[in-house]
């Protein structure tokens, strides 16, 4: 059985949190800001959207983040403030399957924030702990291997089963809070046994 057929008849919304409605009234100063969008923003436009013909919405990564739309990932385990909490997403779920709409999570496993703890503590000056979490250029050094060559993204080691599992069981928390179907940010650069298993474990819930 084909448990995603909804998809055959899919029509969605794409927005940035951060950017969608956060109640501002003037443009931001810096581009590289949080405005005010939330997940509430989103909560109170379901009908706006669904009456535009849409039946599903994407959202913008809504871990921790250092940069407003949430692919600079600071931690994997908590909402980022500016967007709201971990209840306001499970009533974004509950709403919008309320309402006959399917939630899509863009889902960032490839790289993090420079500043993320968890990459952190893989620095040798902080002790080298999961160290093989990353990659690194030289065993003596922590001079990393970041993400499509932005400096500030550490490229994580999904070939690690260690990582693999790490991000299979976020993703899976997701699933078991309601999501309906993930986006991977830059699927093409990951490891196709990672890809497998992860699509694997999340349609098995």
């Not at 997940?39 to 039946?55: E, H, M, P, S």
């Not at 739309?69 to 909402?79: A, K, M």
């Not at 030289?138 to 490229?155: A, I, R, Y």
């Not at 093409?188 to 694997?200: A, G, I, T, V």
């Amino acid at each position: 059985m084909n448990n995603a057929s909804w998809f055959d008849s899919i029509r969605i919304y794409h927005l940035l949190i951060d950017r969608f409605n956060g109640g501002w009234q003037t443009p931001p100063k810096s581009e590289n800001v949080f405005c005010g969008g939330t997940l509430q923003g989103v909560i109170d436009k379901l009908d706006y959207i669904k009456a535009l013909g849409f039946n599903a919405i994407m959202l913008s990564p809504i871990f921790k983040t250092a940069n407003y739309h949430g692919y600079h990932t600071l931690n994997f385990e908590e909402v980022d403030p500016h967007y709201g909490t971990w209840e306001d997403y499970q009533r974004l779920l509950d709403l919008a399957h309320d309402k006959g709409m399917k939630i899509i999570c863009d889902f960032v496993p490839n790289h993090c924030w420079y500043q993320a703890p968890i990459f952190e503590a893989s620095l040798l000056k902080n002790g080298g702990k999961h160290r093989d979490w990353f990659f690194y250029k030289n065993d003596d050094s922590d001079e990393f291997v970041s993400f499509l060559g932005f400096g500030d993204l550490p490229k994580f080691n999904l070939t690690n089963p260690e990582v693999a599992s790490f991000m299979i069981e976020t993703a899976e928390k997701l699933v078991r809070m309601g999501v309906d179907a993930f986006r991977i940010d830059h699927a093409l650069e990951q490891p196709h046994e990672f890809l497998k298993q992860f699509r694997e474990s999340m349609q098995a819930i």
